[in-house]
């Protein structure tokens, strides 16, 4: 700019220069004044141009800020869409995650049906090998013992006998139980899965159906979401009061009420919070408006009302309540399929949000295959604990079964002992050489005593071993 001004003072110089020489030169004061005159426009002209420099400089300092904030704005495009694509990529893990996972179940189904119907066969196993061996060691006593038993010993061996007969039949019992049960959870599991499309396919009709019919009422629509949370429950199979709760009321270490609109029971006595209280108002108003300016603002409403509740329950401290041991995060129900595939298209980020305040969002579709998953972790465990259970049965049987066959083993030989005792003590008496009867006939007839009245006598206690011998 300095330049250009430059350029002018020198060609309004050469100007009045020449009109000086000119005026020398002709003396002529008209050409003077003439000369003063061109001198006043030429300063004319010069204001004029720099007054035009000035304008063109404010036009080209506000072009380039134009392009300085065009240029952040392209800058900020370009930033955003790596995160663009990175919240893309990560809803596309997700998707695949959760195919992933419901391969999994499917896959760690017909491994624990497996695995199961391998454990069935070895406790079937097991108990026909202790009742074959219970049977013949009790045969082998049975045989043993059985010319020295009497009807007192049979019927005291058979209440030895009854508690342990009691066992195998509860034990069989118990195990044709799980058994049933087994078949008709594999049975009841497939049924589920094949009726889990239909399944949701009427929810998404009846959720599209009561969106048009309720026409922004809340209170009817707060109501129907806990009406179709309630049935996601009761079709998940989880059993009501064990391994789940609706409605549920508590309160903190500072005596605040909380009311969760379900809480879900995990083993090992961990809780998983449930709220279905997001209001989808806007989402109903949004549909109810045919124009367009009115779609676009209840849209941004409705991700706003969405918003707002993820702040709203991540500022609750659920761990604080009494009776509680929740986990991190809790599941953020939203019964309408469409209003949150609507969500997701608007603000796509919103997913990512939520999750990073623990806030999981979740519909029919994903709620109910999460359900489904904890009642098979559930079922998993009853069959640990079931298996558990029979495995102790088992060793406290062996361990009674030992002791029996120990008490039993004494048994026979006190009796084989008794046997000998009685054998020596009726061969002394009158079978063997010498005995006591043969020589209390040889002292009678040595003594001329009633030999007739001594044998009557022998006679008498001959049956004394008899009656001796029937005790035993």
Known sequence: MEIVFLIVGIIIGAVIGYFVAASKKSGSEGRIALLEESAKRAE?????????????RSAYN?????????????????????????ELSGLRETVKNLNAEYKGLTERYSSEKESMEVRLQELKD??????????????????????????????????????????IDQFKTRVESIYTEETRDRSSLKTELQALRELNKQLSEGAQNLTEALKGDNKTLGDWGEV????????????????YETQFSTRDRDGSTYRPDAIIHLPGGKQIIVDAKASLKAYEQYHSTEDKALKEAYLREHVKSVRGHIKLLSEKDYSRLEGINSLDYVLMFIPIEPAFNLLMKEAKEIYTEAFEKNIVIVTQTTLFVTLKTIQNIWKTEKRNENAILIAKKVQDFLKKLEGFVANFEDVGRALEKAQRVFNDADGQLKSGKGNLTSRGHEIAKLGGFDVKRLTAGDSSNEDEPEETEKLF
């Not at 004319?44 to 063109?56: A, F, H, P, Y």
């Not at 013992?145 to 007192?152: E, L, N």
Request: no cysteine.
């Open 44 to 56: 004319g002209e010069n204001s004029q141009l720099k007054t035009q420099l000035e304008s063109e």
């Open 62 to 86: 506000r072009q380039i800020r134009e392009l300085e904030a065009e240029k952040g704005r392209f800058y900020e495009s370009a930033r955003r869409v790596p995160l663009l694509e990175e």
């Open 126 to 167: 097991a108990k026909d090998a202790l009742t074959k061996e219970f049977e013949v060691i009790a045969n082998r006593i049975f045989e043993t013992k059985q010319k020295t038993f009497t009807d007192q010993t049979s019927q005291n061996l058979e209440s030895l006998l009854k508690p342990f007969k009691e066992n």
């Open 228 to 243: 179709v949370l309630e049935r996601l429950f009761e079709t998940s199979g989880l059993e009501k009061g064990r391994e």
